[in-house]
């Protein structure tokens, strides 16, 4: 365990060389090295199916039967607890809270929204049933569900895809976990009622120090929330470092590329999307995942590439990094030909930058 | 707030729209559970060929107004007709709540899609990929193995999923690749009439540019007619002639999309335009 600024331990999840497999033998994930500590917001962001949701799993000890777990090690705090279950699933559970990708699929049909966060709240430490029904109601208006009496009172399926995603945000947050892993957590949601999910993890980011992985394919959401991201292409992490830096500067042909396929509300064209489909690439371990779609491949490209300093913590996996890399050393950084995405600008606050009271 | 210009270049005039024929119109919708108004007093008209986009808050009732309009959930009151082209081609529209279950049901086969918010609902999970997207072809009388999966190939080509994975089931699919394959699914029998709930919804941006380009291109060359539901305004840009913006289930906005995107009136619609622009 490392020790933060104030002498505090620094709670941590660290990800490293996590490898994963299909039954059939396809490398599904490839040494995937990740972290987050408290306090903190990593974006986890690439094509579909490239591997965000298994990774995710895989920290929860929650692969589905049939992935196969082939190396790298998962430590919370310093402790190993790689595997699927044993003795530190329970405090993997309480410390580390999950929303998955597909709420309807997560809630018991058969329980209302009440007996099931108010049994959440219990399990966590409500001593009475009347402190957890506080709690819940308290918690579902942070997710910005109003008239609770009707929601606690409410089915999963009376609930619409949003209402249902937002009770899973509450019954998740119900542990005070340290860390929450987010898989597209905003996805059904509406832009007014995303913002305020994002001011609400970003409050419990600053209040009470919560780290956050959060999987996310919206560009702008990253931009606004997280102090680091990875990419991943292929299973495989292809950029990582400061958000700032990754979209700002992005400097893997992968990231750009995906960069450049962003819709743009104020351009009067269509996006741009990457050629080839996702489809395209070569199987873990034989080169870079990219290379059959990639504009700026070259021979070496068959072989696996190198992750590269870009600079500080900023790192690509590309064999053209290298050869760019001098213009990038010695202080300021080698503009990269796509402009990036638009960071907001520093100082302002979320409210300001949403406009939503 | 500066102005957005027009974003679909190749976008068709609808100058005509005026004279030619309805194909859904809908006349004084309302549906409550209990004491929730879902949808109240809802009109609108869709032409053929024709993209309109619901927006909305979480919970303004746009999934109802969907399941409504597919048949698929029963009003308190109100009509939708809809046109069955059953004779001739000026038959009156016909609506749809009077039609018998089996009537309905084969309309949801042959005529119309269905994309579901969540892809599970809209997949059947225990079947192959290509038997998910063969099912439709299959109820309408197609019989050839070969080019049931032939067509199953290109389909899956089309939303990029790869063609090694046709024998795969969507359990081991990610959540962006049961979402691509539900739209195959509903598209394959190229219907005339397409209600998508969320449809790029978790979907990465490259993977969803190229979902837009696949659907305008088929709303274009087929002249699909598609009611849009979404929370994502680029994507009611790229895809929607006009475009509805619901709120606590009254439909509080509507007009041509640019219009109601660049001037908007009502306070959801300037919050939703202002959020969107600021992010
Ligand atoms: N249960 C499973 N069995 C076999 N393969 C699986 C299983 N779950 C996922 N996969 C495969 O692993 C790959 C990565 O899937 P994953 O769900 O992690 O993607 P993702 O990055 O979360 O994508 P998305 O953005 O679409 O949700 C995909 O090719 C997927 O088909
Ligand atoms: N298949 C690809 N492989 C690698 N990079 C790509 C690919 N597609 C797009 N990109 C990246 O996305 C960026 C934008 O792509 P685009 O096709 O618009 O090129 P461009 O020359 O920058 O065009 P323009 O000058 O019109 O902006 C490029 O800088 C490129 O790095
Ligand atoms: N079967 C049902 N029983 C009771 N209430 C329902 C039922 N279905 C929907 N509702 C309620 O009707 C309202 C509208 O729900 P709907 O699913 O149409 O919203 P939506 O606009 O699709 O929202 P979202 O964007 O979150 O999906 C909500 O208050 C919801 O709780
Ligand atoms: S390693 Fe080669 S193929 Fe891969 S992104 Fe870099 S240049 Fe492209
Ligand atoms: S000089 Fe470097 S970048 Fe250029 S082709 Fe040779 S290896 Fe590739
Ligand atoms: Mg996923
Ligand atoms: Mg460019
Ligand atoms: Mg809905």
Redesign the interface.
Request: hydrophobic share 40%.
């Given at each position: 365990m490392t020790l933060g600024m104030a002498g505090r331990p620094t709670a941590r999840i660290e990800v490293e060389g996590l490898t994963l497999a299909s039954a059939a033998g396809d490398i599904l994930v490839n040494d995937v090295d990740l972290a987050v500590s408290s306090g903190e917001i990593v974006a986890l962001v690439g094509e579909s199916g490239s591997g965000k949701s298994l990774t995710a799993l895989a920290i929860l000890g929650l692969l589905p039967r049939g992935i196969m777990w082939r190396g790298g090690r998962v430590r919370l705090n310093g402790t190993d607890v790689t595997g699927l279950a044993g003795p530190h699933a329970s405090i993997r559970g309480r410390q580390i809270a999950a929303i998955f990708q597909d709420p309807q699929a997560s809630l018991d049909p058969r329980w209302t929204v009440g007996r099931y966060l108010t049994g959440q709240f219990r399990r966590y430490g409500a001593t009475s049933q009347r402190a957890a029904r506080a709690a819940a109601v308290d918690m579902l208006a942070r997710v910005g569900l109003g008239d609770p009496a009707r929601i606690l009172g409410a089915f999963p399926h009376e609930l619409s895809g949003g209402m249902a995603q937002r009770v899973m945000i509450a019954g998740a947050l119900a542990a005070g976990p340290q860390f929450l892993i987010a898989d597209e957590p905003t996805t059904a949601l509406d832009v007014t009622t995303q913002a305020q999910i994002l001011d609400l993890l970003e409050d419990l980011q600053a209040d009470t120090g919560l780290g956050v992985l959060l999987i996310t394919h919206d560009l702008g959401v990253v931009a606004e929330m997280a102090q680091r991201v990875a990419v991943l292409y292929g299973g495989t992490v292809m950029e990582t470092g400061e958000a700032a830096d990754v979209l700002g500067a992005p400097w893997h042909p992968y990231t750009q590329a995906l960069l450049a396929s962003m819709p743009d509300l104020a351009q009067p064209a269509p996006p741009r999307p990457i050629s080839g489909s996702p489809g395209d690439r070569l199987a873990a371990g034989t080169g870079c995942p990219f290379q059959p779609r990639c504009r700026d491949a070259i021979a070496l490209c068959a072989q696996r590439p190198p992750s590269v300093v870009v600079s500080g913590s900023h790192r690509a996996a590309c064999h053209r990094s290298e050869p760019r890399l001098p213009h990038g050393f010695g202080g300021d950084k080698t503009q990269p030909q796509t402009s990036g995405y638009p960071l907001p600008a520093a100082g302002t606050s979320s409210a300001e930058r949403r406009h939503v009271g | 707030m500066?102005t957005?210009?027009?974003?679909?270049?190749e976008r068709m005039t609808r100058a005509s729209a005026a004279v030619r024929k309805p194909l859904l119109k809908v006349e004084g919708l309302n549906k409550s559970?209990g004491?929730?108004v879902a949808c109240r007093n809802i009109d609108f008209t869709l032409y053929p060929g024709e993209v309109i986009g619901i927006?909305?808050?979480?919970?303004s009732g746009?999934?109802?107004l969907l399941n409504c309009l597919s048949g698929r959930l029963a009003p308190d009151a109100g009509s939708i007709a809809y046109d069955l082209r059953r004779g001739s081609e000026d038959a009156p529209l016909v609506d749809i709540l009077t039609l018998s279950e089996p009537e309905r049901r084969m309309l949801m086969r042959t005529d119309w899609g269905f994309v579901h918010?969540?892809p599970?609902d809209g997949l059947r999970m225990a079947v192959s990929a290509g038997g998910n997207i063969g099912e439709r072809p299959m109820a309408i009388g197609a019989r050839h193995y070969g080019d049931i999966r032939r067509e199953a190939e290109d389909w899956l080509?089309r939303v990029?999923?790869?063609?090694?994975r046709i024998d795969d089931k969507p359990r081991?699919?990610?959540?962006?690749?049961q979402q691509?394959l539900q739209i195959a699914r509903n598209l394959v029998t190229r219907p005339r009439l397409v209600f998508m709930?969320?449809p790029t919804?978790?979907?990465?941006?490259?993977?969803?540019?190229?979902l837009?380009?696949l659907l305008?291109g088929l709303v274009r060359d087929l002249g699909i007619a598609a009611v849009v539901v979404t929370?994502d305004?680029?994507?009611v840009?790229?895809l929607a002639d006009r475009l509805m913006v619901m709120w606590r289930g009254d439909v509080v906005e509507a007009g041509l999309t640019d219009q109601v995107l660049d001037d908007p009136h009502h306070p959801?619609t300037q919050?939703?335009v202002?959020?969107?622009?600021?992010?």
């Amino acid at each position: 365990m490392t020790l933060g600024m104030a002498g505090r331990p620094t709670a941590r999840i660290e990800v490293e060389g996590l490898t994963l497999a299909s039954a059939a033998g396809d490398i599904l994930v490839n040494d995937v090295d990740l972290a987050v500590s408290s306090g903190e917001i990593v974006a986890l962001v690439g094509e579909s199916g490239s591997g965000k949701s298994l990774t995710a799993l895989a920290i929860l000890g929650l692969l589905p039967r049939g992935i196969m777990w082939r190396g790298g090690r998962v430590r919370l705090n310093g402790t190993d607890v790689t595997g699927l279950a044993g003795p530190h699933a329970s405090i993997r559970g309480r410390q580390i809270a999950a929303i998955f990708q597909d709420p309807q699929a997560s809630l018991d049909p058969r329980w209302t929204v009440g007996r099931y966060l108010t049994g959440q709240f219990r399990r966590y430490g409500a001593t009475s049933q009347r402190a957890a029904r506080a709690a819940a109601v308290d918690m579902l208006a942070r997710v910005g569900l109003g008239d609770p009496a009707r929601i606690l009172g409410a089915f999963p399926h009376e609930l619409s895809g949003g209402m249902a995603q937002r009770v899973m945000i509450a019954g998740a947050l119900a542990a005070g976990p340290q860390f929450l892993i987010a898989d597209e957590p905003t996805t059904a949601l509406d832009v007014t009622t995303q913002a305020q999910i994002l001011d609400l993890l970003e409050d419990l980011q600053a209040d009470t120090g919560l780290g956050v992985l959060l999987i996310t394919h919206d560009l702008g959401v990253v931009a606004e929330m997280a102090q680091r991201v990875a990419v991943l292409y292929g299973g495989t992490v292809m950029e990582t470092g400061e958000a700032a830096d990754v979209l700002g500067a992005p400097w893997h042909p992968y990231t750009q590329a995906l960069l450049a396929s962003m819709p743009d509300l104020a351009q009067p064209a269509p996006p741009r999307p990457i050629s080839g489909s996702p489809g395209d690439r070569l199987a873990a371990g034989t080169g870079c995942p990219f290379q059959p779609r990639c504009r700026d491949a070259i021979a070496l490209c068959a072989q696996r590439p190198p992750s590269v300093v870009v600079s500080g913590s900023h790192r690509a996996a590309c064999h053209r990094s290298e050869p760019r890399l001098p213009h990038g050393f010695g202080g300021d950084k080698t503009q990269p030909q796509t402009s990036g995405y638009p960071l907001p600008a520093a100082g302002t606050s979320s409210a300001e930058r949403r406009h939503v009271g | 707030m500066t102005t957005v210009s027009a974003t679909r270049p190749e976008r068709m005039t609808r100058a005509s729209a005026a004279v030619r024929k309805p194909l859904l119109k809908v006349e004084g919708l309302n549906k409550s559970f209990g004491r929730t108004v879902a949808c109240r007093n809802i009109d609108f008209t869709l032409y053929p060929g024709e993209v309109i986009g619901i927006v909305g808050e979480s919970g303004s009732g746009k999934s109802t107004l969907l399941n409504c309009l597919s048949g698929r959930l029963a009003p308190d009151a109100g009509s939708i007709a809809y046109d069955l082209r059953r004779g001739s081609e000026d038959a009156p529209l016909v609506d749809i709540l009077t039609l018998s279950e089996p009537e309905r049901r084969m309309l949801m086969r042959t005529d119309w899609g269905f994309v579901h918010q969540n892809p599970r609902d809209g997949l059947r999970m225990a079947v192959s990929a290509g038997g998910n997207i063969g099912e439709r072809p299959m109820a309408i009388g197609a019989r050839h193995y070969g080019d049931i999966r032939r067509e199953a190939e290109d389909w899956l080509a089309r939303v990029e999923i790869d063609i090694d994975r046709i024998d795969d089931k969507p359990r081991v699919f990610s959540g962006g690749m049961q979402q691509r394959l539900q739209i195959a699914r509903n598209l394959v029998t190229r219907p005339r009439l397409v209600f998508m709930d969320e449809p790029t919804g978790g979907l990465d941006v490259s993977v969803q540019a190229r979902l837009l380009d696949l659907l305008r291109g088929l709303v274009r060359d087929l002249g699909i007619a598609a009611v849009v539901v979404t929370h994502d305004l680029a994507v009611v840009r790229l895809l929607a002639d006009r475009l509805m913006v619901m709120w606590r289930g009254d439909v509080v906005e509507a007009g041509l999309t640019d219009q109601v995107l660049d001037d908007p009136h009502h306070p959801y619609t300037q919050l939703l335009v202002s959020s969107v622009l600021q992010a």
